[in-house]
């Protein structure tokens, strides 16, 4: 079993869209979340990170988490081309990040 | 501020040859740098985790005789690729992180090998 789990998606949303992305995790014990963007070629760029259960908010993007449920989730809103990348979710696992597969974002002019 | 920089962005090379991957924090001192390996459509694996002055603590299946980490200062850890094979292409990459916050890590550009 994967330890951190995504949709690969494509995920396709029309410009000016909400775009949710959701990943889901086995270690109970991880305290800290991220989101990183990784564009096609390039290297991944911390977007946010949250470690308590609720919702935190950084411009457009909105991080929502639940660890009873080991689920934290990613809002885009107002999607636009530039944001169409590979969205890449991680948990601290014993001072080490697990990554997620990641989910593919395409947002549609 | 948090800049990782990563150098070279791209190195081809004939099977048999070593190839160095420098990392370097350019404005923050990193307690712990992160080696990471990529392969097509594949999340981000990590190799192996570095503090300054001592030796690196390599994941599973990942031969430390093969990848050498070097991380001699603060600011530098570098990974060399010995006698390179087809399989070792990839794209590498390195984070580095600082202070209390170890868990945050901030990514060089990446290094894209293509061993021939």
């Known amino acids: 079993q994967k330890e951190v789990e995504q949709n690969s998606g494509p995920l396709s949303v029309p410009e000016g869209a909400i775009a949710s992305l959701n990943c889901t995790y086995s270690d109970r014990g991880s305290q800290s979340f991220f989101w990183y963007r990784q564009y096609s070629g390039k290297s991944p760029e911390l977007i946010m990170f949250i470690y308590s259960n609720g919702d935190k908010e950084d411009g457009r993007f909105t991080a929502q988490l639940n660890k009873a449920s080991q689920y934290v989730s990613l809002l885009i809103r107002d999607s636009q081309p530039s944001d169409s990348a590979t969205y890449l979710c991680?948990?601290?696992?014993?001072?080490?990040?697990?990554f997620g597969a990641g989910t593919q974002v395409v947002v549609t002019p | 501020g948090a800049v990782v920089s990563q150098h070279p962005s791209r190195v081809i090379c004939k099977s048999g040859t070593s190839v160095k991957i420098e990392c370097r924090s350019l404005d923050f001192q990193a307690t712990t740098m992160f080696w990471y390996r990529q392969f097509p459509k594949q999340s981000l694996m990590l190799m192996a985790t570095?503090?300054?002055?001592?030796?690196?603590?390599?994941e599973q299946g990942v031969e430390k005789d093969k990848f050498l980490i070097n991380h001699a200062s603060l600011t530098l850890s570098t990974l060399t690729v010995t006698s390179a094979h087809p399989e070792d292409s990839s794209f590498y990459i390195c984070?580095?992180?600082?202070?209390?916050?170890?868990?945050?890590?901030?990514f060089g550009a990446g290094t894209r090998l293509s061993v021939l």
């Open positions: 570095s503090n300054e002055g001592s030796k690196a603590t390599y």
């Open positions: 991680a948990t601290d696992s014993w001072g080490k990040l697990q």
């Open positions: 984070s580095a992180s600082f202070g209390t916050a170890k868990n945050i890590q901030y």
